[in-house]
């Protein structure tokens, strides 16, 4: 490995290297807005932007780079690759070996000494892998049937196979990726972006700053269990104690490996509320470095927009994406319990339906069949400013949330919102219980999944005007008083002042804690 | 092919005695069919042309058709290969609206490449009249576009259709040829009466083909566009089915440039104990051919199939190891099969080959030589096996470079032989498929060793690609 040293303090690509998997900036909304909302408000700092994505594909960016962006580039996690003429298996290459031992280590609780050593297997001078050599060779061959017959010789060698290569391709990826040079390396999730964070402050030195919205891990995790393409070949029963590892147990340990990783490398780890933070805690990361740092919005922006008036048909939105993960289908069977109670209803979902084509035909099925045809529209992307004069009420039935900034948005414009009970929601609505002075409920909070209880929470809103002023103040003055988006600026501004001071030389108590 | 002998060893499966040769028969017409007309229709239009033009007329004849066979092979086999690939690709994945598109591609590819090639060879390398070089490239051409209907009907084991398409193709090219004879149209017009009637079995095979697939998907482009995609994907694909076509011609040549070769009254050489030598030598690889069909390419095949279901049935890497392992030692006791067989064939005629010569009046000088091409033979049928084989877990590389090094080889090994004397024309050949078979064995060892790294590894990155 490549030691940072004062020689390499020269030139850089910029100050800030800021590293996203998966939506920014051809995904609408959600972490994508944040990131331009943090780019855009930080032009006295240069920024390099990796986004991680599955594969090159050509589509439209739905963001505009700013122009403080000075280095763009794309890191692809499954990249073709031919294989050699002659592909042999040969002898057990040992470097295949020695591969093989530190994942399988990585799997089984490893965290950043053995990431680090896996970089040196594969990128030791002189003798570099490259990633025809990690996916396509006898070397990969040797680390993968040397993996499968220590960790699982019973499971299908089939799903082995491309279990691996999906998993460990993408780090690989990561591992040969061209970092861009900057003062500091901030990565907006564990997974592959904290990867490649850690990876960075292995070879630079430089401070590693992670903020998590949601927890990526936890998120995999919902996935990976829901998954009815991994194959269990082991029946453990009731046991507890059978420590054998499946396919399902090995996409999990390398999701948790790689967020232990990131954890570990990091200087400053940023969630956006509390309660994140305890899952944070469980997954391995350092107390001493927990920070909270809250989302903000523009006040200015949706403090001046009006809300429904009370004559207007009544009018619930949910603003989001229509994507499994926001639980759209929970929303149209909830509006179908509220009808029964507010007949001339009518429900909006505001957001882009072509990122999960197949969900979207099942959410307008379901329209069809509860005979909602009248009552739901799908706009597709909007302004949503200008949809907050026809809402009355807001709801989010979402299956996992960090900070959502609808809840936000909404409240800047007194609108009272019904929302599921994850992530920061329950703040949001409620409060903190270390609120002073305490400015009650902006609305209500139901559990997940539970279409009943969430109409007959929008049928209450619908129907009395009073409470629904009530708690769109109540939100209103909580938002203004702590989500601004000034506030939380100031709080990137001076996180990445700390960070990018000059490093003359190489901090050596981060390079004794990274060998540990 | 190997679909269609499982019928056969179905057959060979009765307890009716005559079954096996029954088997045996049906599987030899399937894998020689087409040839064996052919020469007979050669040999009847000889026949009966000769009080008619002449015995030097015939000879000349019979020549032409020759080249018209070598320049139209080698001009198709690149396009032909490729474009059945993509043809059993698509059937795999339930897609017809490529079809029409590759199979046209393919022919129009073919024929262009095939005039070019033998316009230029008769021109520039033989030096011949322009009636000739008009004759041969029109006949070329004409064959190169049935050798592409043969395939694709081949892959749709359409093999009756076939069959009675080269039976009229072959008596209208036959009466066609003699009637250019009784109208002393000479032997140029012979072969263009003759590859008429090829074009025929062209048309036969394209009525079929387009009845069969009826649409063709404009987006996913032109026949010149979807062809081009294809031997882009599959270069060392065609480039393997260029270097075994011109394998098979490659010591001709040689010996055609030659001071060994005679020259027709068309001004074509060839050199006649060489190549009746080696006539006889391909009919004894006749009962090998059919057993190639009815046994390893269908027991291969079955075994293959078998530990690719094993490995969609999610088996474990020992069990895929231990399936491995089976169709290794199926497949080599398969081969081994095959050759015992050829090996008592090729000593029997090697003890009977003076008998031979004198019942074909050939001339005893050529003794060693008819010897050497028989005993090359049975390195033939082993490199052909094997190489095979190779292809077979899509090893096209590899294919291609064991196609090239016979073809380097045999050119080579000839030129050199031509130098021991005419005695020794043959052991060029033999060097030369002995060298390869050897090869060919290394490479089906290695790929067998390889086999689980081979179908998960480069199978991934192609699909992944």
Redesign the interface.
């Known amino acids: 490995m490549r030691a940072a040293d004062s020689s390499q303090v020269g030139e850089i690509d910029a100050d800030i290297c800021i590293i996203v998997e998966g939506c920014y900036p051809y995904i609408n909304g959600g972490v994508s807005s944040w990131i331009d909302w943090l780019l855009r408000g930080n032009p006295q700092s240069t920024f390099a932007v990796v986004p991680i994505l599955s594969q090159r594909e050509s589509r439209p960016m739905k963001y505009e780079l700013p122009a403080n962006v000075t280095c763009y580039r794309e890191l692809y996690l499954?990249?073709?690759?031919?294989?050699p003429?002659?592909?042999?298996?040969g002898k057990s290459d040992p470097k295949g070996i020695r591969l093989a031992e530190a994942l399988t280590e990585l799997l089984h609780g490893g965290g950043l000494a053995t990431f680090r050593r896996i970089a040196e297997i594969v990128n030791e001078p002189n003798h570099e892998l490259t990633y025809r050599d990690l996916?396509?060779?006898?070397l990969?061959?040797t680390a993968v049937?040397a993996m499968?017959?220590s960790s699982m010789?019973?499971?299908?060698?089939?799903?082995f196979?491309?279990a691996w290569?999906s998993l460990f391709g993408g780090l690989f990826a990561t591992l040969k990726f061209s970092i861009p040079r900057a003062r500091a390396y901030h990565a907006i999730s564990t997974g592959y972006a904290g990867l490649l964070a850690s990876r960075a402050g292995l070879e630079t030195g430089r401070p590693v700053l992670l903020t998590e919205h949601g927890i990526y891990t936890n998120e995999r995790r919902i996935e990976i269990l829901m998954a009815e393409w991994i194959?269990d070949?082991i029946d453990k029963g009731l046991s507890l104690e059978d420590d054998r590892i499946d396919l399902r147990d090995m996409w999990m340990r390398a999701f948790d490996a790689y967020a232990r990783i990131c954890y570990e490398a990091c200087d400053t780890i940023l969630t956006l509320y509390e309660d994140n933070q305890r899952l944070q805690l469980a997954l391995g990361a350092d107390r001493g470095r927990l920070q909270v740092a809250a989302n903000g919005i523009d006040l200015e922006r949706f403090g001046n927009a009006v809300s429904a008036r009370p004559g207007d048909p009544p009018t619930v939105g949910l603003i989001g994406r229509v994507v499994p993960i926001k639980d759209v289908k929970c929303f149209i069977q909830a509006v179908y319990f509220a009808r029964q109670k507010v007949p001339d209803i009518r429900a909006l979902v505001l957001g882009a339906t072509d990122e999960d084509k197949s969900y979207f035909a099942e959410c307008q099925t379901l329209v069809r069949d509860l005979d909602l045809d009248d009552v739901v529209t799908f706009t597709g992307p909007v302004k949503i400013t200008e949809y907050f004069s026809k809402l009355h009420v807001i709801a989010l039935t979402s299956l996992s949330e960090a900070q959502p900034l609808v809840l936000l948005e909404a409240g800047a414009a007194a609108i009272p919102c019904v929302a599921t009970d994850v992530g920061s929601c329950r703040e949001i609505v409620e409060g903190r219980s270390s609120e002073d002075p305490a400015l009650g409920p902006g609305g209500r909070v139901t559990e997940l999944v539970n279409p009943k209880q969430i109409g007959s929470a929008i049928a209450e809103l619908l129907l009395d005007d009073k409470l629904r002023e009530t708690l769109g103040q109540a939100l209103q003055s909580r938002v203004r008083a702590y989500y601004g988006s000034e506030q939380a600026l100031e709080n990137y501004r001076a996180l990445y002042a700390r960070h990018t001071r000059a490093v003359p030389q190489p901090n050596p108590d981060r390079r004794e804690r990274w060998r540990a | 092919m190997a679909g269609i002998t499982i019928p056969a060893r179905d057959l060979d499966r009765t307890r009716d005695g005559a079954s096996p040769i029954v088997s045996m028969a049906h599987a030899a017409i399937v894998a020689a069919g087409p040839w064996l007309y052919t020469v007979l229709a050669i040999l009847l239009v000889g026949g009966i042309a000769e009080p008619l033009a002449g015995e030097n007329a015939v000879t000349a004849f019979r020549v032409q058709v020759m080249y018209s066979f070598c320049l139209s092979l080698i001009g198709s086999a690149p396009f032909i290969i490729v474009a059945v690939r993509g043809f059993s690709d698509d059937l795999f994945s339930r897609r017809a609206d490529h079809v029409p598109s590759i199979y046209l591609g393919a022919s129009a590819a073919a024929c262009v490449c095939t005039t070019v090639i033998a316009a230029s060879a008769l021109l520039l390398l033989i030096g011949a009249d322009l009636y000739v070089v008009a004759s041969g490239t029109v006949s070329a051409g004409v064959l190169s576009l049935c050798w592409v209907g043969v395939a694709f009907t081949g892959v749709l084991r359409d093999h009756r259709q076939l069959t009675i398409a080269f039976s009229a193709g072959l008596i209208v090219g036959a009466l066609l040829a003699i009637g250019a004879a009784r109208a002393a149209l000479g032997p140029c017009g012979m072969v263009v009466g003759f590859a008429l009637g090829f074009f025929l079995i062209f048309a036969w095979a394209t009525a079929r083909i387009l009845a069969t697939f009826t649409t063709s998907d404009p987006a996913r482009g032109g026949p010149v566009l979807v062809l081009f995609r294809l031997l882009r994907q599959h270069r060392h694909l065609a480039i393997a089915g260029f270097m075994a076509a011109a394998g098979i011609w490659a010591d001709k040549w040689v010996l055609w440039g030659g001071s060994y070769a005679q020259v027709t009254v068309t001004g074509l050489p060839y050199v006649p104990q060489y190549e009746a030598a080696m006539f006889a030598a391909a009919l004894t690889l006749l009962p090998s051919l059919a057993l190639m069909v009815a046994s390893l390419e269908t027991n291969f095949f079955e075994a293959y199939r078998y530990y690719l279901g094993a490995?969609?049935g999610?088996?474990?890497?020992?069990r895929?190891e231990q399936l491995a392992s089976s169709l290794e030692k199926r497949t080599i006791r398969a081969v081994g099969n095959i050759l015992s067989v050829q090996g008592a064939i090729c000593a029997t005629v090697v003890v009977i080959a003076p008998a031979i010569i004198e019942r074909a009046g050939m001339n005893f000088a050529h003794l060693t030589t008819l010897r050497a091409v028989v005993i090359a033979g049975l390195c033939q049928v082993c490199f052909v096996a094997c190489s095979s084989i190779v292809l077979f877990f899509d090893r096209a590389?590899?294919y291609a470079?064991l196609q090239t090094v016979f073809v380097v080889l045999v050119s080579v090994c000839t030129w050199l032989a031509t130098f021991a004397g005419e005695r020794f024309l043959g052991a060029g050949y033999l060097t030369a498929a002995l060298v390869s078979a050897a090869l060919a064995l290394v490479a089906v060892a290695?790929t067998f060793?390889?086999a689980?790294?081979?179908v998960?590894?480069?199978s991934?990155?192609r699909q992944?690609?």
Do not use: M
């Open positions: 499954n990249r073709p690759v031919t294989p003429l002659w592909l042999s298996r996916l396509a060779s006898g990969s061959w049937q499968y017959k010789p019973q499971a299908s060698f089939l799903h196979f491309w290569r194959s070949t | 490995i969609e999610h088996a474990t890497l020992q895929l590389g590899f470079a290695c060793r390889d689980n790294i081979i998960f590894i480069a991934a990155n992944q690609a």
